[in-house]
């Protein structure tokens, strides 16, 4: 029987019909959308501008205001350092949280060595800003707010809205990665204060290698610095033949989302729920990491007291989950996210990321309830004890 998959904040399969879509542009439609002057280019320039909408359309926003990426991670350097290169203050300032994924923190890291003021805000302890202590970090040098709405670890939700206005209402850029959201969360950016938001193809059922940046015309323009020069594709942003199949599948992701959003939140919510309901009924003292009314419907992170964290997950040879973060998994410290928590290393060791998605079944779930309960049974009984 064959493992099941339940890391999809990891990453996701591409769909089916996602994957059609990308297929005659690999071979048959191969053409640069930048080569103009004949019909080969003329039609990955129509597919790409289809795929524009596509985006636009799950977003609610203009398909001007897309620009593609090779993925989240070149979307948020691009976000971050783009508006730092062309602000006019000597040192500008960025204000982000301590639960970030790295692909934001680590070029907050750098931008700082290079002689930018950067405020790491700490959470509460269900995972959620404190907007209070958010406007009182906001100074007459901040140029960027970048707060992710959906975490990649445990899941929670944070006001994206509420730091919006904030953000608006100090004449500060506010930035999202969006990622982990783009499936699940609906979204109106023509009615939100979100300037820049960021999507990766494959969280959302898409392929790997490209993502998205959103770039608020109204607000922003031109204002951002480029950071791969030499063609001036993408507005001159974001220079390099574009990426077509990707780009392709990334629009097919989108119209897809579009058309399941409401049944996948609906269904994965009870599927999730399910497996929480029999793990705290289990184990009493189980930890539910994060704020579970501000919560992606797909997500469960769980920690474990008196478990031995290595040996926790070597036991879950027939479900595939995670710790944490995929980026972080080889690293052999505590998660970052769960830190910010404050919780002991011990327990954040002990802990189980379940991402559910479209394929899980109820089947699905009652297998891992069981793995989960054998394992967990084991490492507490006294004879697991006796052998450490």
Known sequence: MPPIYLDHHATTPVAPRV????RPYFTEIFGNPASLGHSFGWQAQEAVQTARNQVAALLGASPAEILFTSGATEANNLALKGIVSVSRSRRPHLITLATEHKSLLDPLEGLRRAGAQVTVLPVESDGLVNLDRLAEAITDSTVLISVMAANNE??????IEAIGRLARARGVVFHTDFAQAATLVPLDLGSTNIDLLTLSGHKMYGPKGVGALYVRHTRLGEGLGAQIEGGGQE?????????VPGIVGLGEACALARSLMTE??????????QLKDALVAEFPDLRINGSWEHRLPNNLNVSFPHVDGELLMAGMKDIAVSGGSACNSASGHPSHVLTALQIEASLARATLRFGLGRSNTEADIARAIAQVFRTVRRLRSPAAGAGN
Request: a positive charge.
């Open 19 to 22: 994957f059609e879509a990308m």
């Open 154 to 159: 445990i899941g929670v939700l944070q006001p």
């Open 235 to 243: 507005r001159g942003l974001r220079a390099g033949t574009l990426n």
């Open 264 to 273: 996948d939140r609906i269904r994965l919510s009870q599927l999730r729920n």
